[in-house]
């Protein structure tokens, strides 16, 4: 019997395109469900090797909740590092207060079973960033999300609260770009209260909702270098106009949550404040790696475990760590005057401020790519020279962690552990590429994916707006009312 003309039967490639693409129904979950099985039985690989961050979170809440009692009911040693154990003012060292609420849910259950409920609740909060990807993401936003989770963040995305800060930080954003400005500070200012980092996208956010006002001075694209100053000022002389109400709820939010923490511990309610500028580098982190290399030109360098890492210590580390605060603050400051020239939108400019700010920390713990992951498969699902990068880093990260961690507890010296430092250092430098090629648009990295779910307004546009609505006033002055009521926008859009 011949087979019937025009029938197509789908080979394995169409089958997987059609998962990737897919937005709806149970096939459109597919990545995620095969993600979060794996994912959930990696988060409890900490029976082969020490995995504090659960075991610390769960001390955090078990002090500030029962007190004195945390010694009865877990381990001495599990909770050491707490200096001490007062109910209800006994807050985390390193993370914002509103962390607690985090750490408390999975108290509601046993305590034996608290790394488990606290891996499902990451997990419920990765299945939120993926409905978000897939209802309003572009096409194949949610499959790049879960791929990168499963590469890059094998262990530590069930095992950190790193995704709770990361999906609110997704939110702003998505709700900024849809006009939703009140909805998008109150979201921002909850991932602050949780974990500090979203901190960098207030000025990005306030500057974005200025950009949607009629009144917001905006330089022309073609403005040259010497004339931003002066540009500058003008765009200052205009603040009477801004529109500064959302920007207040936001700091008064944040400042408000903190001092209500700060009645109950004034000491430890701005711990997490100054936690970072006490710390000395992190061996993974980019200013580790650069001692390193300082070592071969025989600058003395050791390694120690302190604040709950492992750091390198070095008699230049100072210096550069100063310089690192430079550099953030002339990368911050370019990213700015891009988003003010209308180069970058909110998205790109929030993606290349978390992009710096990792790159020139003290810290680069792996789940620092939770922070970045949502952002980079919302704007870039289909950019697969960001994505290829982005793959080489997540592969080297998790061959760092946990791989590498499981010798290290053997070796005190990490030195010694073969290739754990030069496979640090190669991490670190593809990260800096990626870093100064997304800041400077090198090979078209920022190029962002198609969003049926938006219609992005340019710069142009916004100038073009501008001058209808000049004109319109223009009118208001010579034309009867009746008259203008009939004029009428020629692109409703913009509106």
């Known amino acids: 019997m011949e087979p019937q ?10 089958v997987i395109e059609h998962v990737i693409s897919a937005r709806h129904g149970f096939i459109a979950y597919i990545p995620l469900i095969i993600a979060t099985i794996a994912l959930l039985i990696a988060a409890r690989a ?16 078990t002090a500030f909740w029962f007190g004195s009692k945390t010694t009865q009911l877990l381990p001495a040693s599990q909770c050491q590092f707490i200096p001490q154990f007062a109910q209800y003012h006994s807050f985390p060292l390193e993370y914002p207060p509103l962390s607690l609420l985090i750490f408390s849910l999975p108290l509601l259950v046993p305590l034996a079973n608290y790394p488990i409920v606290f891996a499902l609740c990451m997990a419920l909060t990765a299945f939120f960033i993926y409905w978000l990807l897939l209802r309003v993401g572009p096409r194949g936003a949610g499959t790049v999300f ?18 709770i800060p990361a999906a609110l930080t997704l939110l702003c954003l998505i709700l900024a770009e849809r006009k939703h400005w009140t909805l998008a500070y109150v979201s921002l200012a909850l991932g602050v209260l949780t974990k500090l980092y979203p901190i ?24 040259t270098l010497k004339k931003i100053p002066t540009v500058f000022l003008r765009t200052i002389q205009n603040s009477r106009n801004w529109h500064w109400k959302n920007g207040l709820t936001f700091i008064g939010l944040v ?37 390193w290399l300082a070592s071969f030109l025989g600058v003395p360098i050791e390694w120690k475990t302190t604040f709950g890492s492992l750091n390198t210590i070095s008699p230049i580390a100072g210096v550069i760590s100063q310089s ?3 550099l953030f603050c002339l990368g911050y400051i370019h990213i700015l005057i891009q988003q003010w020239r209308g180069k970058m939108d909110l998205i790109q400019a929030s993606l290349a401020s978390l992009l710096v700010l990792v790159a020139t920390g003290k810290v680069f713990s792996p789940q620092y790519l939770l922070w970045l992951i949502p952002l980079l498969a919302y704007s870039a699902a289909g950019n697969r020279r960001l994505l290829l990068y982005w793959g080489g880093i997540s592969v080297l990260t998790t061959l760092i962690f946990p791989i590498y961690y499981l010798v290290i507890p053997i070796i005190i010296d990490s030195a010694l552990v073969p290739g754990f430092l030069p496979v640090i250092f190669l991490r670190d ?18 190029e962002r994916s198609a969003n049926p779910g938006i219609n992005l307004v340019t710069l ?4 073009a707006y501008r001058k209808v609505t000049l004109r319109m006033e223009q009118a208001a002055r010579i034309v009867p009312r009746k008259v203008l009521l009939t004029f009428e926008c020629p692109d409703r859009r913009l509106w």
């Open 5 to 14: 003309k025009g029938l197509h039967r789908p080979s394995g490639i169409d």
């Open 46 to 61: 900490d029976v082969f090797f020490y995995n504090p961050g659960v075991d610390a979170y769960q001390c955090y809440a």
């Open 146 to 163: 879960a791929a990168c989770l499963l590469v890059g963040c094998l262990v530590t995305a069930f095992a950190r609260f790193d995704l």
């Open 200 to 223: 960098v996208l207030f000025p990005l956010l306030f500057l974005e909702e200025q950009h949607n006002k009629a009144d917001f001075f905006l330089p022309d694209s073609s403005i």
């Open 255 to 291: 400042f408000g949550v903190t001092a209500f923490s700060a009645a109950f511990n004034s000491k430890g309610a701005f711990s997490w404040v100054s936690y970072m500028g006490y710390r000395p580098f992190q061996v993974e982190s980019i200013g580790s790696a650069l001692l």
């Open 324 to 326: 690192f605060v430079i």
């Open 429 to 446: 430098g593809l990260f800096v590429l990626l870093t100064l090629a997304y800041l400077f648009n090198f090979l078209n990295l920022r």
């Open 460 to 463: 142009p546009q916004i100038q």
